[in-house]
Each structure stands twice: as structure tokens, then as C-alpha cells.
């Protein structure tokens, strides 16, 4: 078992949810960077999403993709994120999950960018244009570097959908709230408690939802019938707001995630501490 499935089982004994916090590597600098990671598990953050810019984002809201544009002019490159995660290793064990697109990683070189994250300390990748019909060819490597492979499934998804990425997914399931990109969306409609119990009783493995996460509130609905909530946009936004002004950067920071940290009690242990 890897970091990500410790914490989880680790966050099942107390009761909780796990609070996955993405930024985007690089954004505003890599040094910045490994820092924010750090301030964003002493708040509460369970495990870190790692986003690697790309040119050409699909997935991502104007938000994120402006983050990415940041940090390409910054002169981030994959080799330098995973440095990064090196440099956050030394003070950490903190999960920390790759999201990015498929090309910087085929560029790399699949084997050796595989064994690379791995001795870096990267514990699982999210491949957002990479479908499990694609994927064989990319997990020879990733499962013999002992890295998961966590993957994205919609509300959309069919039983066949959810029947094959159960079949390739480790680490946990990604189950994007919405159609459409990310971004902040205040007044989201939650019903994917029955998707999210087919997906764990098919994959076996905990569900994660992400996409417009933002607030304490919606935190406290996915904790009623997942097992984390994957909060990126709203933090990417206060980055942007502070950029290289580091103090009040994480003043910011610090609040938003242990407010959010708070709302990650199971519905059972809530009423718990009510009643005493």
C-alpha cells in the first residue's frame, strides 16, 4: 500500500473524508510551489493534487488554464516539478497525486518518467486525455514503479464505463460532479450518491469528487456519500489573487482549507458529537 491508500484507510478509522487539494506546479514558481504544498497540509489537506502545465488543456476551466499559462512562463517543465516533489519529500509525506495530459509524459519518456515520479516520491497519476482503451501501455510502467493510476468518471458514465475503469483504477476513482470543465460553481446539484456507491462496490475502491468544489457546505454533501472532496479552482483563484505575496497568500490559504477540513466528518460522527 502507497500514501494514498494509507491515508485513506487512516481518514476511514476517524470518520472522514479526505480533503484533495490541487494546485497548479509552478504557479506562481516551483519554489512558491513546494511551499503552498506545505502550508496546505499543515491546514488540513490530506493529499495534494500536482497539476504539470500543459499548452493545451481540455479539462480545464479559465481559471486553472491561466494558472498553467503562468507557469509556463515561469519555465516549468515536468522534470522541474518533479525536483519539486523531491524537495517536498524531505519535509513531508504528504499523498501527492500527478494531474496532467499524456503528452509531457509520453515526451518524457513512459519507463523512465515512471520510475522517475516514483523515485521522486510522486504516489499516483491522473492522465485527464488518456482513456483506459489507451492506457495498457503507460501501467506496464506505472505498476511495476508501484504508482496508481487514478481515473476520471462522469455522471454520465454507463455501467460498462464504470465496469472498465474499475478495471485498470487504483488509488481511488476521480468522479467529476459535473459535465463540462472546472471551475467554481456555487449552487452545484449533488446527486451522484447512487453513481458513487456503484463505482465503490464495482472498483472496490474509494470515490473521489471534484469540480467546482468551494465551499464548507458542499464539502459537508459529498461527505455524506464519498469518501474525499477535490477542491482546485477556488484554490488556484487565491494564488492568482496573491501571487508572490507570501504572507497574505497563506494567511488566505490557511483559512479556506481549515474551513473546508472541518466540513470532512462522516454524517454518523457528526451527530455523535452533537448528541455529547
Do not use: W
Amino acid at each position: 500500500m502507497n500514501r494514498i491508500t494509507n491515508k485513506f484507510n487512516e481518514l476511514k478509522e476517524k470518520g472522514r473524508i479526505a480533503l484533495v487539494a490541487y494546485i497548479t506546479a509552478g504557479d506562481p514558481s516551483l519554489e512558491l510551489s513546494k511551499d503552498i504544498v506545505l502550508k496546505l497540509e499543515e491546514s488540513g489537506a490530506d493529499i495534494i493534487e500536482l497539476g504539470v502545465p500543459f499548452s493545451d488543456p481540455m479539462a480545464d476551466g479559465p481559471v486553472i488554464q491561466l494558472a498553467s499559462e503562468r507557469a509556463l512562463e515561469s519555465g516549468t517543465t515536468l522534470k522541474g516539478v518533479l525536483d519539486t516533489v523531491k524537495r517536498i519529500r524531505e519535509l513531508s509525506q504528504v499523498p501527492i497525486i500527478l494531474f496532467g495530459y499524456y503528452n509531457p509524459f509520453f515526451h518524457y519518456g513512459l519507463k523512465e518518467f515512471s520510475e522517475d515520479a516514483a523515485e521522486a516520491g510522486v504516489d499516483g497519476i491522473l492522465v485527464v486525455d488518456l482513456p483506459p482503451e489507451e492506457v495498457a501501455e503507460f501501467k506496464v510502467h506505472t505498476d511495476k514503479a508501484g504508482l496508481d493510476i487514478v481515473f476520471l468518471l462522469a455522471p454520465t458514465s454507463t455501467t460498462e464505463r464504470v465496469e472498465l475503469i474499475s478495471s485498470y483504477a487504483s488509488g481511488f476513482v476521480y468522479l467529476v460532479s459535473v459535465t463540462g470543465v472546472t471551475g467554481v460553481r456555487p449552487d452545484m446539484n449533488y446527486s451522484l450518491d447512487a453513481l458513487a456507491a456503484q463505482i465503490k462496490s464495482t472498483s472496490g475502491l474509494p470515490v473521489g469528487v471534484g469540480f467546482g468544489v468551494s465551499s464548507a457546505e458542499q464539502v459537508e454533501k459529498i461527505a455524506e456519500y464519498a469518501d474525499a472532496a477535490i477542491v482546485g479552482s477556488a484554490i488556484v483563484r487565491i494564488i492568482e489573487r496573491h501571487g508572490s505575496d507570501k504572507d497574505n497568500l497563506f494567511e488566505e490559504l490557511s483559512g479556506f482549507i481549515d474551513g473546508l477540513s472541518g466540513a470532512c466528518n462522516k454524517p454518523g460522527l457528526k451527530m455523535k458529537e452533537k448528541a455529547q
